[in-house]
Nanobody, 124 residues
Framework: QVQLVESGGGSVRPGGSLKLSCVVS????????MGWFRQAPGKEREFVAA???????HYADSVKGRFTISRDNAKNTMYLQMDRLNADDTAVYYC??????????????????WGQGTQVTVAS
């Protein structure tokens, strides 16, 4: 019954912003680490950001200062605010949930639950 549903993807101009949402059901939202990954054409899935239940946040170097991860426990929803987008951000974005340790947090193989993905396209 675990389900993650993303929304908010779309097309945006360089320098623009998008906000992704991920509604989670079937897991203890308050005790799970929630994260975002992305996969561009021809590339491996890569870590973007994660937020632990404690509030500790991790970001990939490529998005630090531009992306902000947050969660609303009352709504069982995780968000990814993406600002100052550029062409390199174009990818399918996936939300994920799991109980992962710090050393494996950036490895998608250690995350147990995934959404279907939402396309983000940054182009003029």
């Amino acid at each position: 019954q675990v389900q993650l549903v993303e929304s908010g993807g779309g097309s945006v101009r360089p320098g623009g912003s998008l906000k992704l949402s991920c509604v989670v059901s079937g897991v203890s939202f308050n005790s799970y680490t929630m994260g975002w990954f992305r996969q561009a054409p021809g590339k491996e899935r890569e870590f973007v950001a994660a937020r632990r239940a404690t509030g500790y946040i991790h970001y990939a170097d490529s998005v630090k200062g531009r992306f902000t991860i947050s969660r609303d426990n009352a709504k069982n929803t995780m968000y990814l605010q993406m600002d100052r987008l550029n062409a390199d951000d174009t990818a399918v974005y996936y939300c994920a949930a799991g109980q992962v340790i710090t050393s494996t947090l950036r490895d998608p193989q250690y995350w147990g639950h995934w959404g279907q993905g939402t396309q983000v396209t940054v182009a003029s």
